[in-house]
């Protein structure tokens, strides 16, 4: 089927207690990974693509990638998403070029401001045939990725939520409630552990969650930086000549309580990162010899399939509901 846009998933995402996975894309490996396991567990899902990633691999290259994951998985939707767009005319470029869905970023603006331009890219966006949805944000998020990077966070505040909503005409919003971008998302010193011994992050705050669901009913609310950080991946990474001391994540049973509430789209990129650094690693260190790239992406999407079939299962829970979301 062709590309879609995020309508129909979040409506039935809202209705029913799950979550839509977006995972972010940057290369032919990444999307066969993630589409691989959507095929075969018959789920919904979000591609998406920030600026870091057209940069790298080019508007065209991900947007036929995506294309053509679709002819390979025909009966399962997919969005293609731009990720964190920085402005309106990178939001018209996707619109124009082939994307589904866009995300305009002005939640580092001040109110006014942030309102404003993403009403423009709502305009053209909503007046394009056929439609394509747009998500806004409200609240930053503190983090160290560079090209969305916040250095200090702050909550959504929730009494903005409805002002901005029907002012803008998003389709979905994101907001800040104590997650961040990247794999160092809580400095071990915040955290507790647990009787593992393992470290137990802050809980994310969930009373603001439901303060804008309360008063946004029925509206799709969107998790950012979601990653979990799988620790035998951090441990792959630096059992194998990496250096990722404290790499902490967002722990996977308050996603999958997120996902049952409002959150219709939680966004994850760093675990596949980790998942496929730690694999390279791991075969350069066994395979000193090999050199075929072949080899050693070969492991790497595989692991990332298997990544991304646990959190479609036992996370977001939209794996089998692709039929519901066409
Ligand atoms: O939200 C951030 C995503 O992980 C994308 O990161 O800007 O490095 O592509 P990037
Ligand atoms: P992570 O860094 O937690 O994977 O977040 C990704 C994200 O929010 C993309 O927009
Ligand atoms: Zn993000």
Do not use: W
């Not at 619109?95 to 109110?111: E, H, N, Q």
């Not at 705050?205 to 303060?211: A, H, K, S, V």
Request: aromatic share 8%; with cysteine; proline share 6%.
């Amino acid at each position: 089927m062709p590309l879609v846009n995020s309508k129909k998933m979040f409506e039935q995402a809202y209705k029913n207690g799950y979550a839509i996975g977006a995972f972010n894309v940057n290369n032919m490996e990444i999307v066969q990974g993630i589409t691989e396991a959507c095929k075969e567990e018959n789920a919904p899902v979000i591609l998406q693509v920030s600026k870091g990633a057209r940069a790298y691999a080019n508007h065209t290259y991900l947007v036929k990638l995506v294309e053509a994951a679709a002819i390979e998985c025909p009966n399962i939707p997919i969005v293609l998403h731009l990720d964190h767009g920085p402005d309106f005319e990178t939001c018209k470029a996707c619109i124009d070029g082939g994307f589904t869905s866009v995300m305009i970023d002005g939640s580092s603006l001040p109110f006014e401001e942030n309102i404003a331009v993403t009403k423009k890219v709502v305009e053209y966006a909503h007046s394009h045939n056929p439609y394509v949805t747009v998500e806004g944000e409200l609240g930053t998020l503190s983090g160290i990725e560079d090209e969305v990077s916040h250095t200090v966070g702050s909550y959504t505040r929730p009494e903005e939520v409805i002002e901005f909503v029907e002012k803008t005409g998003v389709d979905s919003l994101a907001i800040a409630i104590g997650t961040s971008h990247g794999a160092y998302k809580f400095k071990p010193e915040q955290c507790t552990r647990n009787e593992k011994g393992i470290l137990v992050p802050p809980a994310l705050r969930f009373d603001i969650l439901t303060e804008v669901s309360k008063k946004l009913p029925g509206f799709p609310i969107v998790l950012h930086g979601s990653s979990s950080v799988p620790q035998d991946y951090v441990k792959m990474v630096n059992d194998f000549g990496g250096q990722m001391p404290d790499a902490i994540g967002v722990p996977e049973d308050q996603l999958r309580e997120a996902a049952k509430l409002s959150v219709c789209k939680i966004n994850i990129d760093s675990d596949l990162r980790l998942a496929m650094t730690g694999t390279v690693r791991k075969f350069f260190v066994e395979n000193p010899s090999k050199f075929d790239p072949r080899e050693y992406l070969k492991p790497a999407r595989a692991n990332i399939k298997e990544l991304v079939r646990h959190k479609l299962r036992d996370v977001l829970g939209c794996a089998g509901k692709a039929d519901e979301c066409k």
